[in-house]
Every structure is written in C-alpha cells, then in structure tokens.
C-alpha cells in the first residue's frame, strides 16, 4: 500500500500521462495523433460499411458461423486499442535517436499490414467457395473453428499494423515538436 507521499507521487505521475496522451491527440500533432486513435474504430467501421468480408456463414456468401461479425469485431478492436496504448507506453524510446527507428518500425507494419490484408481477403474467397463444401465440414460444428481463426488472426493483424504504423507516424511527428525528457 501507498503512504501518503508516495500515492500522491503516483497520482500526479498518472495525471502527467494522461495529460500528454490528450496533449498528443489532439493539440501538438492533431492530424496524427487523431488518425491514430481514429484507426482503433476501424474495425467498428468495417463492420458497418463491409469494406472487407464479414459475414455470418449463410448469409452473403459469408463465412463466419461460430465466431460471429460482431465478436470478431470487438476482439479486433480490443487487440487495436492495446496496440495503441503499448505504443504510447513506449513512446520516449523513440525520443531522439529512436525516431529512425519508429520510421523502420512504422515501415515493417505498413508492410505486414498490407500482407495481411491481401492475406485474409484471399484466405476469406478460398473458404467462401471450397472449405467447407468440399472438406465437408458441417454448419455449426467446432471444425469450422480451423477456418474461422486464422481469419480472426489475419483480420485482427491487420488493423492492429496498421494502428501502429499511424501511432508509430504520429510519434515521430510528436517528437519533432516536442523536446525529449531524457
């Protein structure tokens, strides 16, 4: 437990981080920091406007019948938050000299993001026109889980790449126009 000094030091630690996250967000590099955060609700968007396949099994050439849209989406949205907050955690690693390597880092997740993407979207066809029918796998039984996962995965990889790629981005731009503690 806390004395009273140290919880107070710890209180004012805690209000110090928060208040450079919003300072981050919104105030030094507004569009970057924003675009960050906004790509946390990527998946929430996708969900609602369809861009890539995420559909229930039977419906729309769907294939996703034990692990629903809805589920999927907020396991993608939890993963993309935590890809966020580790970055920002990490963030004075990349004061100074380790701006050079938040860009290689940034590059790296641009990359497997894309992969990724190109990935599912193939994986996603494949399954829609022969996994099932021709492995005879049935509707609502636990095999469909070997299809449905590595869905899961590559879709959840790809939003959280590309989450921190922007916050990777963002960082490098924050740091330009604020001065390093270390």
């Not at 924003?34 to 294939?63: C, I």
């Not at 026109?129 to 899961?152: I, M, R």
Request: charged share 15%; proline share 2%.
């Amino acid at each position: 437990m806390y004395g009273g000094g140290d919880y107070v030091e710890h209180s004012q630690k805690k209000a110090r981080v928060f208040r450079e996250f919003l300072d981050f967000i919104t105030v030094r590099t507004a569009f970057g920091g924003l675009l960050a955060v906004w790509t946390v609700f990527l998946p929430l968007l996708n969900n609602s406007f369809q861009v890539l396949p995420l559909k229930e099994y039977g419906v729309d050439n769907g294939v996703f019948d034990i692990l629903t849209p809805t589920w999927i989406t907020v396991i993608t949205t939890t993963i993309t938050l935590v890809a966020l907050l580790s970055i920002f955690a990490m963030r004075a690693s990349f004061c100074g000299f380790g701006k050079r390597d938040a860009r290689r880092k940034a590059l790296i997740s641009i990359s497997i993001s894309i992969a990724m993407l190109a990935l599912y979207t193939v994986a996603h066809q494949i399954y829609q026109e022969y996994a099932y029918f021709s492995l005879g796998v049935v509707h609502h039984s636990l095999q469909q889980l070997y299809f449905e996962l590595p869905l899961l995965i590559l879709y959840a990889t790809f939003f959280s790449h590309l989450t921190q790629t922007s916050m990777l981005l963002a960082i490098i731009r924050f740091y330009k126009k604020v001065k390093c503690d270390a």
